[in-house]
């Protein structure tokens, strides 16, 4: 008997609130039958929003995808600080509500390169260990700064008076490894107040959106699965279309001459066998005797 082939490919999941990033992973798994499924990023658990996950041969590409930068919306109560950031912690600090001036006179100093300091409870490592297991364990894991970009901050919804704000949602467009908790902290901080958030969303990360995403109760119900082609999660790539020899070469990681534009591409099967669109490899430019040539990186197909 054949071997079952396995699934390749791309799956955007709209995470609810209350599993972690790696329960999605694990529901995932279970319904497509497959072990290799890697994340572009991690959702804290109080979170919701979208999950990008490539599955078999394709989490192979998981460092070439263009996943910035995110986009979040959150609401932010203030008043009090959690020791979490977020409306699962313990009350650690409290202050005045702020006023809206004051909170959108705070905006323009978050925004660009910063230097963020972590929650104590996040994955950040500290003396090799995770910083919540030292969190949980009572000790405080002293979070050294970490420079991040926030391209966007907006703030909407306000609850309350101007004087004396209770709460609002505030929309964030930034790069990796930010954290949106620390930066409403921040926000208030700045603001002379306390707050912690109470709702996280991600909508976008890239190019991936929300709108093509599959609720994660859908899998759990058993309906079936379908993955986007792996060349989908390449998006914003120069594509190359490849001779039936040209794809002999690549999947034996020879090179091929680029014919497109870029320092990576794209390189798919031009259809000589019914698999038009296919990608068979993601490539880098090199440079050669015999001109601009496109090496193989990750190969998508058995040679």
């Known amino acids: ?6 699934p390749d490919g791309l799956l955007l999941v709209d995470k609810p609130a209350g599993v972690t990033s790696h329960d999605v992973v694990n529901v995932a798994r279970r319904a497509l039958g497959e072990k290799r499924i890697g994340h572009g990023g991690t959702l804290d658990p109080f979170a919701t929003g979208l999950l990008v996950l490539l599955v078999g041969r394709a989490t192979r590409l998981l460092q070439w995808v263009h996943d910035e930068p995110k986009e979040y919306e959150a609401v932010v109560r203030f008043g009090a600080e ?7 912690g313990v009350v650690v600090r409290e202050a005045a509500l702020p006023s809206r001036a004051a909170l959108e006179s705070a905006v323009p100093s978050l925004l660009g390169e910063i230097e963020q300091v972590p929650p104590a409870y996040s994955a950040k490592r500290v003396d090799g260990r995770r910083a919540y297991d030292l969190a949980r ?7 050294k700064p970490a420079r ?7 703030l909407s919804s306000f609850e309350g008076e101007p004087e004396r704000v209770t709460a609002c949602r505030m929309r964030v467009t930034c790069g990796g490894g930010t954290y949106v908790r620390s930066l409403a902290r921040d926000l208030a901080r700045a603001a ?8 996280l969303r991600r909508h976008r990360a890239g190019v991936f959106t929300l709108a093509h995403s ?3 109760e859908r899998m759990r119900d058993g309906n079936p699965v379908v993955l986007a082609p792996a060349v989908d999660a390449l998006e914003g790539y120069p594509h190359q279309a490849l001779t039936p020899d040209e794809v002999a070469s690549v999947v034996r990681g020879i090179d091929v001459e680029a014919r ?5 591409a794209a390189l798919l ?8 669109g296919v990608l068979v490899a993601f490539a880098e430019r090199r440079p050669s005797e015999r001109g601009e040539r496109w090496q193989p990186r990750v190969v998508m197909r058995d040679g």
């Open 1 to 6: 008997m054949a071997p079952r082939p396995t």
């Open 148 to 154: 991040v970009r926030i391209d966007a901050v907006a």
């Open 82 to 88: 959690t020791d979490t950031e977020d409306l699962g």
């Open 214 to 216: 599959v609720p994660l």
């Open 137 to 143: 364990e009572g000790r405080a894991p002293e979070m």
């Open 260 to 264: 497109v534009a870029g320092a990576h």
């Open 269 to 276: 099967d031009s259809g000589a066998d019914g698999a038009e």
């Open 192 to 199: 002379g107040s306390a707050a912690h958030l109470t709702a």
